[in-house]
């Protein structure tokens, strides 16, 4: 019954280390901080819509996943509650513009409704992929040149 017991408490301490280790290294990561980070890609916004829209397959092994700094001028503002989207459309498509769709970061929000579409700027974000309409970055900040 000892010998039950000592296996019992064994994998009891076994488990728990298991456990603090998956919470320290796995949950409690911290998250990449996308306004500090450098980008993967410098890239002008037509071009980078050019590429998706063309070779989808391509280009999403390239810059999914991937921080990209992309610099154009912006066709229309969208907000919604506390969400901003910076609209860069390329083609008019069936359901509407298509083109690069930048939902910025909270801090960014004032600047992005600011911005008219005759300026040229430089948006650095989190690209998420294309969804055959839209190129999708998220988490972007406004870069000051």
């Known amino acids: ?6 296996v019992f408490a064994f ?3 076994i488990g728990t ?4 280790y998956m ?22 916004a ?3 819509y050019n590429h998706y829209s063309k070779d989808k397959n391509t280009e999403e092994n390239n810059y999914t ?9 912006p066709t229309s503002i969208e907000s919604s509650d506390s969400t901003v989207v910076v609209v860069f459309a390329f083609n008019s498509g069936m359901f509407g513009d298509e083109g690069i769709r930048c939902t910025m970061l909270k801090s960014h929000n004032e600047k992005a409704k600011k911005l008219t579409s005759s300026s040229s700027i430089i948006i650095k974000g989190f ?3 294309y969804n055959d309409t839209d190129v999708i970055l998220e988490q972007c900040s406004l870069i000051t040149k």
Do not use: R
């Open 1 to 6: 019954m000892k010998n039950w017991l000592k």
């Open 127 to 129: 690209c998420s992929g």
């Open 11 to 13: 994998a009891a301490i």
């Open 23 to 44: 919470w320290f290294f796995v949950y409690n990561k911290p998250h990449k901080d996308f306004e500090k980070a450098n980008p993967d890609y410098v890239i002008s």
């Open 65 to 73: 996943g991937k921080v990209l700094q992309i610099s154009g001028t």
């Open 17 to 20: 280390l298991a456990i603090a």
């Open 46 to 48: 037509a071009e980078c």
